[in-house]
Nanobody, 117 residues
Framework: QVQLVESGGGLVQPGGSLRLSCAASVRLFSLYTMGWYRQAPGQQRELVAVLSSGDITDYSDSVKGRFTISRDYAKSTVYLQMNSLKPEDTAVYYC???????????WGQGTQVTVSS
């Protein structure tokens, strides 16, 4: 049973920081492209950041320079460091693990991030 468990969400003031974590109970973690997505109320889910199995990163334009995705292979965990948070970053953040080679595509349950004064 594959599980992705997110943590680290919460309420933060504009300009503040949060670090999200996603612990993956998946075999061959290194084969997976790990991504963070978010969904705000009434909006579609959108890609925030992705980290390929070859450790190539990509970010949405709205978070470039503020967010950083990374992974710890020993802990099978991916992180999203979010700095200079803005109210428009408010959303439920979801972790995703995808591997065509391992035939897997999994989602976490989501963690709420609220940026408000």
């Amino acid at each position: 049973q594959v599980q992705l468990v997110e943590s680290g969400g919460g309420l933060v003031q504009p300009g503040g920081s949060l670090r999200l974590s996603c612990a993956a109970s998946v075999r061959l973690f290194s084969l997976y492209t790990m991504g963070w997505y978010r969904q705000a109320p009434g909006q579609q889910r959108e890609l925030v950041a992705v980290l390929s199995s070859g450790d190539i990163t990509d970010y949405s334009d709205s978070v470039k320079g503020r967010f950083t995705i990374s992974r710890d292979y020993a802990k099978s965990t991916v992180y999203l460091q979010m700095n200079s948070l803005k109210p428009e970053d408010t959303a439920v953040y979801y972790c995703n693990a995808y591997s065509k080679l391992a035939n897997g595509n999994y989602w976490g349950q989501g963690t709420q991030v609220t940026v408000s004064s």
